[in-house]
Structures are given as C-alpha cells and as structure tokens.
C-alpha cells in the first residue's frame, strides 16, 4: 500500500519553509525566500504587488520541486499567536465554551470577534478539588486571512492552521524526545533569538521568545561567547520563575536544548549553573543529515504528521469551533433547599396576581381608546390603506424607473479603445460595464389647511422638479481575461503592461480616475498555464 505523501508549510520572518513527508519520513525540503537578496526589481515588475511577486514565487518553487500536492497544512509563527493558561472550576463539557470565552477576556487584550480562537482543556486535581486547565490559543483573524489568502492565490488549499509549538513537539515525538509522564522545558536556541516552552503530558503550558542579539546587530560579527550564554542563562532562569509563580503544581524535571549545531559543551554549562538534567538535541538528529541545519524545517515537517502523528492536544485555528478533545466526567448535583423553594414560591405568585391586575386595567384602558377612535372615524373604519399605499409605492418606483432612463453614454469610444490596449498574448474573457448615478430627495413644504379648509402654501410645479436632485453619472467597467506566454512569471509582466496602458491612455484618464487590478490567480486552461486577472476602471 502507497503511503500518502503530506505537504507542511512554515511562515518564517524572512521564507516559507517547505517539508513534504511520507509517513513519518521527510521526502524534500525547500524554502522559498519572501523578498530576492542583492537582485534589483525588473522596470516590468513596477505595478505588481508584493503579494502577487511572493504568489508567483511559491508556484515557481511548487513547479520546480515537483510538488503535485496542493493540500497543505501551515505552521503560524509563535510570535503572532496569543497563548493563555488558566484553570476554571470543574464542571460539564458543555458548560466550558461560555466559561472559557468569559475567561479568555480577562486575560487578552482584543475582543474575541476580532480572534480565531481554539482551546484544550486538561482535568486535574488541587488539593482533592478536581478543576479544569484551559489550554487557549489565538490569532488574528486578519493576520490568519492574510496568510490563507497568499496560499490560496497560489493554488494551495490550507487543510489545517496550528502554533508552530505544537508543530515543533509533533516533530520531536516522532523520535521520542518529549516524556509522557514529567514536565520538561523545551529549549530553542537560535542565532539572534530563543524560545522556551514549557511541556507537560505533551501539551504546551507556557511560550515566551526572547531576543539574544539586538535586533540591528549582524549575526556576522564577533560576539563574545561568555556574554551571549549569560543572557541566555538569565533569560531562562527568568522564564522558569514566572511560570513558576503562575503555576506551582506543576514541577519541571529535565530541559531538553535544540539547536542546530553540536549542543554538548552548551548544555553542560547550562546543567552547571541551573543545577537541572539537560539533554542536547541537535536539528540533524532528526532529519538524519538530508537538510540544512535550520530548526525552521522542524515546525513545518511537524504539521506535515498531524494525520500521522497522534498529539495529545487537538487545536486547530482555522476552524471557527473549538473542540474539546478530552471527555469530563458529569457533575454531581446538589441538595434541594425546601425552605428556600417555597420563599420562592410565595414571591413569585405574589408577582404573578399583581401583574395579572395590572394587566387587566392596561386592556379596559386600551378598550376604551379604541371605542373613541373608532367613533371619530365614523364610516372611515373600514376604509383599507394597504391598497393605496401598494398604488402610490408602484407609481413611485415608475417614476423613478423614468427618471434613471439614459439619454447619452460614451461608452461606444471606450469600446473601441479599450482593444487597442492590449498586448499580444492577452485577451479578455468578460466586460461589465455598470452606472453608479444617484438621486437625492430635498424636501418640499407640505400643504396647510386653514379651519375653513381651505388649502394653505400650494406647491408650484417647479417646486415639485426640484423633489430629485440627479448626481454626476459614475461609470465602472469590469474586465476579467487571461494572459499567456510560456514562462509563467512573465505572465505578470503582461498584465502590469496592460494595467500601464490604461493608466496612460489620455481617453481613458479623462473618464476614470481609478485603474486598479484587483485580483490574479494561476490556473491550467486547456492543459495550459495561464494568468487570470481581473481589472477595474472607476
């Protein structure tokens, strides 16, 4: 039986890191960089978006790898993700949703419409009194759209979006690093930046970054050894104070340091000064000498094995329900207050006749009104006004419908030069031409009636002209259509000459003001790869 092969992508600060896997086993590596190094942007690439350049960069990099797969799993860096854990009283599975977003909250500092959210709960027990950990993780909602909308453009659909910790723990558990029956502390040891994690029964407690370089300094240049292990040393005796203080039943036992260099002369001083078990771990040892020694491949390989890896924590952002991946155990209820029950009792009844004689009051109140109004309308009552009110609202939209009748149009010379516009391997699939013209209602003074009945300030007709004021017609024109040339990247070239040639026809100019192009997507038409593009002239 053919093993399914699993694409696990990672959005790093300066690339996408890319591991296709089979099984358990990494297949390829490859990354593809956000912006070139040291290459100056083509004069034919001015127009064109930095999204549209990285989409056009991930399916060059899909094409020359030879990845068929475009079902895809992401890996969100930890620095875009809110991590939260705090305990709730034990109760039933279906009571902890209300209580967990009420919670969260307190703890957050944006509203939870503005997140996408998911959360694991864990059952334990303080003292004998069973309650409950939350687990909560979140992410921007626009932040997560604007990574599901690059890969989408790219013809990649997202299956699953998680933390990269989780990721990188699905990783390790392949080769049986992270225990199942001790709290670690889970080290990651960059060159600029690091990371702890706190694990306990695999799932993540606690994640904080923290800088060893300043953001500005060249990883290039000399850096004395001995002042870069103190801050990592204080950074990590830092960390491990805080989550202490948060949370005191849980007690770390061992740290587990990644890197991606040899990590034992590292990890012996740091066994020293903290006086803890430490174990290296280097990048190598997991991918057994295939890739480069870059601990970003881990978090992509990681969500690559989510179908194949089991994890003790299931939390998925880009569902919009979060789940609970552990049954809880039913609450016990409690004694019946009889004496406090028929407190109750009487209260309520005592409110139930005093509304039922108010109530009766209210209707002979109402009763009597209605008899007067229905005496002073006379043989008026029976009169309906649904009829005449449906006659005036069709004559209205009639008149209406006449007034917005277009008498002129120059839509006939834009016809003709729009084609001239194009350049040779361009064509247009669709044109939608539409009118944005409105009409604005001022008020006329309304009619009098003297006593006599008499009518009082009639309305002249020129006043009755001046009920609808027309705006200045706006025009949008739609043009939707395809580019082809056999290199697919200078499909982009032929669109943005495309786009200049409208911004630059005087004609054109003079009748809108705003050219933009608002989408592009690869696609295959007829066994040919092509460039839709869709374009827009207000």
């Known amino acids: ?32 960089l956000h912006k070139d190094e040291n290459v100056e942007a083509k004069p034919e690439e001015a127009f064109v978006p930095e999204g549209l350049k990285l989409i056009s960069k991930l399916q060059d990099a ?61 059952t334990i027990k303080a003292n004998g009194v069973r309650q409950i950990r939350i687990i909560f993780t979140a992410i921007k909602k626009d932040i997560m759209e604007n990574y599901a909308h690059i890969l989408e453009q790219a013809s990649l659909q997202i299956s699953r979006i998680e933390p990269s910790p989780l990721s990188l723990i699905r990783s390790l558990n392949v080769k049986e690093y992270i225990p199942e029956d001790k709290a670690i502390a889970l080290i990651e040891k960059g060159e600029v930046s690091g990371k702890i994690i706190i694990i306990d029964k695999g799932i993540p407690q606690f994640v904080r970054e923290f800088q060893l370089r300043l953001p500005t300094a060249s990883t290039t240049q000399p850096t004395d050894p001995n002042a870069l292990m103190t801050r990592l040393i204080n950074e990590i005796r830092v960390s491990l104070d ?76 880009s569902e919009k329900k979060s789940k609970l991946t ?28 005093t509304t039922f004689i108010f109530s009766n ?39 209406n419908t006449f007034k917005s009748i277009r008498t002129e149009s120059k839509v006939a010379n834009l016809l003709a030069i729009i084609p001239k516009q194009l350049p040779d391997g361009i064509w247009i699939d669709s044109l939608e031409i539409s009118y ?57 070239g032929l669109i943005n000459q495309l786009l200049r040639n409208f911004k630059t026809n005087e004609t054109i100019k003079e009748q809108f003001t705003d050219i933009n192009l608002e989408t592009t997507k690869a696609q295959k038409l007829n066994n040919f790869n092509v460039t839709y593009f869709k374009i827009s002239l207000k």
């Open 436 to 492: 944005l013209d409105q009409t604005i209602k001022t008020n006329v003074p309304k009619t009098k009636k003297t006593r006599k009945g008499k009518k009082k300030g009639k309305t002249s007709k020129t006043e009755a002209k001046k009920k609808f004021k027309p705006v200045k017609v706006k025009m949008l024109i739609t043009l939707t259509g395809y580019a082809y040339l056999e290199n697919i990247r200078e499909q982009f």
């Open 326 to 353: 552990q049954p809880i155990s039913p609450k016990l209820g409690n004694k019946i207050n009889y004496k406090a029950l028929v407190i109750s009792g009487i209260v309520t009844l005592s409110i139930l006749i």
């Open 1 to 32: 039986m053919v093993e399914r092969k699993n694409i696990g992508i990672y959005w790093g600060d300066d690339a996408f890191y890319v591991v296709e896997s089979t099984g358990t086993v990494p297949t390829k590596f490859f990354k593809v």
């Open 242 to 317: 805080y989550f202490n203080r948060q949370d005191s039943q849980i007690e770390i036992e061992e740290i587990l340091l990644l890197t991606s260099e040899n990590g034992t002369e590292l990890s012996q001083r740091l066994s020293e000064d903290l006086k803890m078990k430490i174990m290296p771990i280097e990048t190598q040892q997991i991918f057994q000498n295939i890739t480069p020694q870059v601990p970003e491949y881990l978090y992509a390989f990681g969500i690559g094995l989510v179908d194949t890896v089991a994890s003790a924590a299931n939390i998925d952002l």
């Open 62 to 122: 899909f094409h020359h790898q030879d990845v068929a797969i475009t079902n895809v799993k992401l890996s969100v860096p930890a620095k875009e993700i809110i991590f939260r854990s705090f305990i709730i009283p034990w109760m039933q599975s279906s009571e902890i949703k209300g209580v967990v977003e009420f919670e969260a909250s307190k703890y957050i500092p944006f509203s939870l419409d503005e997140l996408s959210f998911a959360y694991h709960p864990m």
């Open 361 to 399: 009051q209210k209707v002979a109140k109402l009763k009597k009104q209605l008899k007067s109004i229905n005496a002073e309308l006379g043989s008026f009552k029976d009169a309906s006004t649904k009829k005449l009110q449906n006659e005036n609202n069709t004559l209205a939209a009639k008149l």
